[in-house]
């Protein structure tokens, strides 16, 4: 089992930056892939990024290319979301994910950590 423990988020104004963390903790040693989702009110979850362990290559949804950063700390077992330029299209819930392989799915999940941003 890995357990996986989000914090970070928050509101922010239009334009402004919030860093998202995510800490693994359990059976870390097993996870390919960790990657950030989120979901608003009223709308279905979606991909926003994604990265291996391993290799550090990573992944954006179009919506947040250029905008958020995400990185590993693999001594630590933790991934950032650096997210900057902030818009009120951004205001969701974000869920950090692993998964074990490189054809399986997400099957960890955290608890989500609101973030806000306002106009």
């Known amino acids: 089992q890995v357990q996986l423990v989000e914090s970070g988020g928050g509101w922010v104004q239009a334009g402004g930056s919030l860093r998202l963390s995510c800490a693994a903790s359990g059976r870390t040693f097993s996870v390919y892939r960790m990657g950030w989702f989120r979901q608003a009110p009223g709308k279905e979850r979606e991909f926003v990024s994604a990265?291996?362990?391993?290799?550090?290559?990573?992944y954006y949804a179009d919506s947040v290319k250029g905008r958020f950063t995400i990185s590993r700390d693999n001594a630590e077992n933790t991934v950032y979301l650096q997210m900057s330029s902030l818009k009120p299209d951004d205001t969701a819930v974000y869920y950090c994910?692993?998964?074990?392989?490189?054809?399986?799915?997400?099957?960890?999940w955290g608890q989500g950590t609101q973030v806000t941003v306002s106009s």
């Open positions: 990265i291996i362990r391993s290799s550090g290559r990573t």
């Open positions: 994910a692993a998964s074990s392989g490189s054809i399986l799915g997400y099957g960890y």
